[in-house]
């Protein structure tokens, strides 16, 4: 994500969107869940639970990913 925002930065129009409006709501959240999926993964101790909390936060944030780029893309 990180890499794709770097590279939309070049061009202020292509980025303005990742940003604002709906898919900028988007952005956001798919960021943090994100995150929160690898940070799980990375602590130690492998629980069913935290596994499972990885996998849902993963997930969540793929979709939310996919959804902020096609709304992107709309604008």
Do not use: F, N, Q
């Amino acid at each position: 994500m990180v890499a794709l925002e770097r590279d939309a930065a070049t061009v202020p129009r292509v980025a303005r969107p990742l940003s604002e409006g709906l898919s900028g709501s988007l952005w956001t959240p798919a960021k943090v869940t994100g995150a929160a999926s690898l940070a799980l993964t990375l602590l130690p101790g492998k629980s069913r639970w935290l596994r499972v909390a990885a996998g849902v936060l993963g997930v969540a944030g793929a979709l939310t990913l996919r959804y902020a780029i096609v709304e992107a893309g709309k604008a």
